[in-house]
């Protein structure tokens, strides 16, 4: 290769690189929050995760810092306002600062709406919305005046009504709205506040659903590229979102999705 492409190239990917950023991972114990930590640390970030399974949190540490990364456990309740001041300001101070949020912590549940009652709704909203906002809050605190980014973990049923779904829905509906609405009143604090949209995912949360064939192929015929999402699929939309790369992206909400909402 020519020494002027050579470093054409290295420009290139210099704006994806996450070297000396900072980053906590809410969700972080296993599924798409152990990936998306995985994938940052891969781009050079040093990690923080949160949640509420310790030993869970102290393997993906462990297979970072294995890997030759850096990552710390931080203990979190999303659902509690206090405990996500806390533990974003917790992992700030652990990593000399905070660059990136990610707000990946969720739970989902079908059930009938007519069957929903108030803990199901307080547990759903709380954990997915509810946190979110509160660690973004504590993270715009934390960029302490510097530029940050900000990620959502939004979901197909942020645009489409799912039928049993109907928390979960909202939650993620609200989520899409707070990443707009925080990404309008931050700008000026040069703080970007974007979501991704993962599509179909065999993760432990959704394992449920994938033991029915019926349903699988059901799904499958839903995608055009005819496969399910793995989280790998993820780990390249997030970071760029994170990164230098994305400077000029704000208020989005891109769909991992394989190409199912462009279907519909």
Request: charged residues 15%; glycine residues 12%; neutral net charge.
């Amino acid at each position: 290769m020519a020494r002027g492409a050579a470093s054409v190239k290295r420009r290139g990917a210099a704006r994806f690189d996450l070297s000396g950023r900072r980053a906590f991972v809410t969700g972080g114990g296993r599924g798409i929050g152990r990936a998306l930590a995985l994938g940052l640390v891969e781009f050079g970030a040093a990690v923080a995760l949160g949640g509420r399974d310790r030993e869970a949190l102290e393997h993906v540490v462990q297979d970072i810092v294995t890997a030759g990364g850096a990552a710390i456990p931080v203990s979190l309740d999303v659902r509690q306002a206090a405990d996500c001041a806390r533990a974003v300001a917790d992992a700030a101070d652990a990593l000399g600062g905070l660059d990136i949020l990610i707000n990946n912590a969720g739970i989902e549940e079908v059930r009938p709406s007519l069957l929903v009652d108030e803990a199901l709704w307080d547990l759903i909203v709380d954990t997915n919305l509810k946190g979110a906002f509160f660690c973004s809050q504590a993270a715009a605190k934390a960029f302490a005046g510097q530029p940050g980014a900000i990620l959502n973990l939004c979901s197909l049923t942020s645009h489409v009504g799912i039928p049993t779904a109907v928390p979960y829905g909202s939650s993620k509906s609200g989520l899409l709205g707070m990443t707009r609405a925080l990404a309008t009143e931050w700008a000026p604090l040069g703080i970007r506040v974007n979501a991704i949209a993962p599509g179909y995912f065999r993760t432990a949360m959704t394992e449920p659903f994938y033991t029915s064939q019926a349903w699988c192929s059901a799904m499958l015929a839903r995608i055009p590229q005819a496969r399910f999402g793995t989280t790998d699929d993820l780990v390249g939309s997030a970071c760029f979102l994170c990164s230098d790369a994305a400077a000029y992206v704000t208020g989005h909400c891109l769909a991992v999705d394989g190409g199912t909402l462009a279907s519909i």
